[in-house]
């Protein structure tokens, strides 16, 4: 037998592995669908490339890749039978639970018995090996099988405990001398002190400075000012602005070139003015993040039990569309934004409609690939198979038990995203952590993947985008300028001062200060009642422009902003602009509730343009002003690029060739391994892939520098200029074009950011489908300034233009309509802070509200559009 087993498995040995160290074992999720070991097909590991598929695609998987041998992993789970002495007798059939996989906790583990069986399967004629089978497998087989036993599941390690580094204290923390120069940061509006950047902001914890950071491949990022600084003074230690919570922020060492811990952050940042001690602390309850503020009883009920409405006995729901989503530890904010994605036909039509081809075409790795994990999240939500109604049978077992909890779990245990969420949040600083995240921030996050993964293929973030235009005046010449951006949300302000009970706010803060001063537990809080009609108003009031350099005048001035939409989307994105900081650093939430309402008119906000009379600002850009050595470092860098030999040497230790990795990570700009793995992926079929890199000729031209010493606008000129005739740098273009991007459209980027290219690189990712406008247009455009920091720029738009739809055969910019809406779904958030608390849902639903909280579908009793976060209306046809 032993023999006939070695020679059955003879033609295969070439294609069975062992895991290595790195290799993760997917035996706990299947790639394609919701399949586990504990489903009643069970889970078949690939030998090859241990990736884990259920009994339906399986054989997927063994047509497109001809690999055979497959370990099929079953776990049953019973109830143990009790015998008479009370005890608890297991009946397992290899004597013990030896596959190496977190037990499912919605089992309870004193109640149900695990058994496990392996078994090695041979394609495509299911010849079946039980396991183990030491004596009669060949030794390199039975090496691999064990190593697969043993191995943890790809997602075990990413437990709560092992997401954070293990960072080490700064020598420097703890003597660290800081500059008694009177700087104070104030909690919001911060910017670079070099190049006006406003994100990705670090203060030198020495002498106060914010100064930007370098350019992730991630898209976050700066240009460097921060290592400058620290090049020039030696202050070695800075924290990043963004990430200061009560429990610590990320703080970095440029002189030990990592991140560290700093036990004395606290007084630092209070040498500055950040008070951090003073914010309420948070502790972690049911799985939540909630706020530990030891408040007496209150006489209404709480946020938490409104938002949830846990007064009601809500009645449960089962089928197509009402599948839970499991939290897997602070979580809940994915499961909200992904339940109302799914709610919307776009999206539906996009990946559950195309789930045959989308996985008919995935790559060898599925795991990684977008398109893939959203349709199989998409079909898990959408088909009703993981959200099955009890039998009746079940029902009157469970009453006669009065096991009433153990009934909601096994009816309800919804969808676990494991996959799903490690591939998303892959690369992601904040979403890649067990932290509680910004439902809002993760929302645009996903529309930013999908538009990066949608390419020539319909798009189903199209229905969210809308131009805004921006009306900015001169308020001394009282002359105007318009432009247009691309939005995908509504951020709508809430003005406390137009509260509808102010005399209560007023008495309520009296007690407040009156219980501090005696050390008493404070009053009940009251909650704002602002109409949803003010917070309108207060959109479409002026706002002043900080730094506004007026073209009229040829410097600085007071200026004004209004926005008003240029077009409206199919599905408008609303934000209650619910969370802020206060003047002493402590973020808080505002405790509000708005009559949000069902219908929705906006008509009257849409954008006029260029009025009769208005006389519009002169078309120029304030002066550039760069340091004496710019134009040095940018001929040199040019003339010969630097490759980061650290990157080539981490991807050539994953077995590519040498030259390849140095070609990838030249012509991705030196964004890390990550994206030049992609380069890699994407190029490595290519008959020139190994061979040495080839740069190609530099067209650029520089003025004399003679021009500089004589006027020093020339030298700004001359770092700025595009040679040729308003040309990109054909360097510049060769390098975009190599990751596969249009040449048409790697120019327009690069002359939309100033033929800056990691911001070109951006730009190409979020104007997917910017349409290609003629060379009029496209030189007027470069005379514009691009200095928006957190909106997507609309170089090419013409205020006087309306959008035509059906202008761009291969998709629209946006889908204009008329103005009026209809509340489709809202998500709710409970707690002090983004970074607490816990997420829910409510979406309609056949003309029903139900709410979505984590692995519980429920109809809604009451459903709080009052104290929603964000909130989804669909457009109303115009007939």
């Given at each position: 037998m032993a023999a006939d087993l070695g020679e059955l498995l003879v033609p295969f040995m070439p294609t069975i592995r062992v895991p290595k160290t790195g290799d993760r074992v997917f035996k706990s999720e299947c790639a394609f669908s919701y399949d586990s070991p504990e489903s009643e097909g069970g889970l078949y590991v690939c030998m090859n490339t241990f990736l884990g598929f259920g009994r339906e695609h399986v054989e997927r998987h063994y047509r497109k890749t001809g690999q055979s041998v497959y370990m099929h992993l079953k776990r049953h789970v019973k109830e143990k039978k009790t015998g008479a002495t009370s005890g608890a007798f297991p009946k397992r059939r290899n004597g013990k639970v030896f596959l190496d996989l977190e037990l499912n906790r919605d089992f309870n583990s004193e109640d149900y018995d695990f058994e496990d069986e392996a078994k090695l399967v041979i394609f495509p004629d299911h010849f079946e090996i039980a396991l183990p089978n030491i004596e009669e497998l060949p030794a390199l087989v039975t090496i691999a099988c064990d190593?697969?036993?043993?191995?943890?599941?790809?997602?075990?390690?990413?437990?709560?405990?092992?997401?954070?580094?293990?960072?080490?204290?700064?020598?420097?923390?703890?003597?660290?001398?800081?500059?008694?120069?009177?700087?104070?940061?104030?909690?919001?509006?911060?910017k670079c002190q070099k190049c006006e950047m406003r994100e990705n902001l670090w203060l030198n914890l020495t002498d106060g400075a914010v100064l930007c950071g370098k350019w992730f491949f991630d898209g976050a990022g700066g240009n460097g000012h921060a290592l400058d600084h620290y090049k020039d003074t030696n202050f070695p230690l800075a924290v990043k602005l963004e990430t200061i919570t009560p429990d610590g922020a990320d703080v970095y060492s440029f002189e030990e070139e990592e991140a560290v811990l700093d036990p004395n952050i606290s007084e630092h940042l209070s040498h500055f003015g950040i008070d951090m001690l003073q914010m309420q602390q948070r502790q972690t309850e049911n799985g939540h993040d909630t706020d530990n503020n030891n408040s007496p009883p209150r006489s209404r009920p709480s946020e938490w039990e409104?938002?949830?409405?846990?007064?009601?006995?809500?009645?449960?729901?089962y089928g197509s569309g009402y599948t839970g989503v499991k939290n897997l530890g602070n979580s809940c904010y994915l499961g909200c934004v992904m339940q109302v994605l799914f709610s919307i036909p776009e999206f539906q039509r996009m990946y559950v409609g195309n789930l045959q081809r989308i996985y008919d075409y995935s790559p060898l790795d599925p795991s990684q690939d977008f398109a893939t994990q959203m349709a199989k999240l998409g079909y898990g939500l959408l088909s009703g198979q993981f959200s099955k109604p009890p039998m009746k049978s079940e029902l009157i077992e469970q009453v006669m038990k009065e096991e009433y909890k153990v009934l909601d779990w096994h009816q309800q245990k919804g969808l676990s995203p494991k996959?799903?969420?490690?591939?998303?949040?892959?690369?992601h600083p904040e979403f890649s952590s067990s932290r509680q995240q910004d439902a809002q921030e993760f929302l645009q996050h996903v529309i930013t993947l999908v538009e990066r993964n949608s390419g020539g293929s319909e798009n189903p973030s199209d229905v969210f985008r809308f131009l805004t235009e921006e009306r900015v005046q001169c308020c001394q010449t009282r002359r105007v300028r318009y432009n247009q951006r691309v939005d995908y949300l509504m951020q709508l302000p809430v003005p406390i001062e137009a509260a509808t009970n102010r005399e209560e706010l007023l008495a309520y803060e009296a007690k407040r200060r009156e219980a501090e001063e005696n050390q008493r537990a404070p009053p009940e809080p009251a909650r704002a009642r602002v109409p949803f009609a003010a917070c309108l108003q207060a959109f479409t009031e002026p706002d002043n422009v900080p730094d506004f350099w007026s073209s009229a005048l040829q410097a600085k001035s007071a200026g004004v902003k209004t926005s008003r939409f240029s077009s409206f989307p199919e599905y408008l994105i609303l934000q209650i602009k619910k969370?802020?900081?206060?003047?002493?650093?402590?973020?808080?939430?505002?405790?509000?509730?708005?009559?949000?309402?069902?219908?929705?008119?906006?008509?009257?906000?849409?954008?006029t343009g260029l009025q009769a009379g208005e006389e519009e600002l002169p078309n120029l850009s304030p002066p550039i002003v760069l340091p004496e050595d710019t134009r040095d470092n940018s001929m040199s860098s040019l003339d010969s690029p630097e490759i980061d030999e650290a990157a080539v040497m981490q991807l050539a230790e994953m077995g590519?060739?040498?030259?390849?990795?140095r070609k990838a990570v030249y012509y991705t700009g030196n964004m890390g391994p990550e994206m030049a793995f992609n380069w890699i992926i994407a190029h490595m079929e290519e008959p020139d892939f190994a061979e040495p890199l080839s740069l190609p000729p530099s067209t650029i031209e520089l003025l004399p520098s003679s021009a500089s010493e004589t006027d020093p606008f020339a030298?700004?000129?001359?770092?700025?200029?595009?040679?040729?005739?308003?040309?990109?740098?054909?360097?510049s273009v060769a390098i975009l074009t190599s990751m596969g991007f249009p040449r048409s459209h790697t120019i327009q980027a690069l002359r939309a950011t100033n033929n800056n290219l990691e911001r070109a690189l951006d730009w190409i990712f979020t104007h997917p489908e910017e349409e290609q406008q003629s060379d009029a247009l496209s030189d007027m455009a470069d005379t514009e300034p691009t200095n928006q920091a957190f909106s997507l720029p609309?170089?090419?738009s013409d205020p006087t233009l309306s959008p035509d739809p059906e202008a761009d055969a291969a998709g629209p910019r946006v889908k204009d309509g008329p103005g009026r809406y209809e509340l489709l779904a809202f998500i709710s958030h409970m707690g002090a802070s983004t970074m607490s608390g816990h997420y829910v849902c409510h979406i309609k639903k056949e003309g029903r509200w139900v709410i979505y909280n984590d692995h519980k579908v429920s109809l809604s009793e009451r459903p709080p559009k009052?104290?929603?976060y964000i909130y989804f209306y669909r457009r109303l046809s115009s007939s």
């Open positions: 190593a697969v036993l043993n191995s943890p599941s790809a997602y075990k390690k990413q437990e709560p405990d092992s997401w954070e580094e293990d960072i080490q204290e700064s020598r420097h923390s703890r003597s660290l001398r800081q500059q008694d120069n009177g700087v104070r940061i104030r909690p919001s509006g911060w409104v938002i949830q409405e846990s007064g009601s006995k809500l009645k449960s729901v996959m799903f969420k490690a591939l998303v949040s892959k690369g969370f802020t900081f206060g003047v002493d650093w402590i973020p808080k939430k505002l405790d509000v509730s708005i009559d949000v309402p069902d219908f929705l008119d906006l008509n009257r906000f849409r954008a590519f060739p040498l030259e390849a990795c030298a700004a000129a001359a770092a700025t200029a595009t040679p040729l005739d308003n040309s990109p740098p054909e360097e609309n170089s090419h009052d104290l929603g």
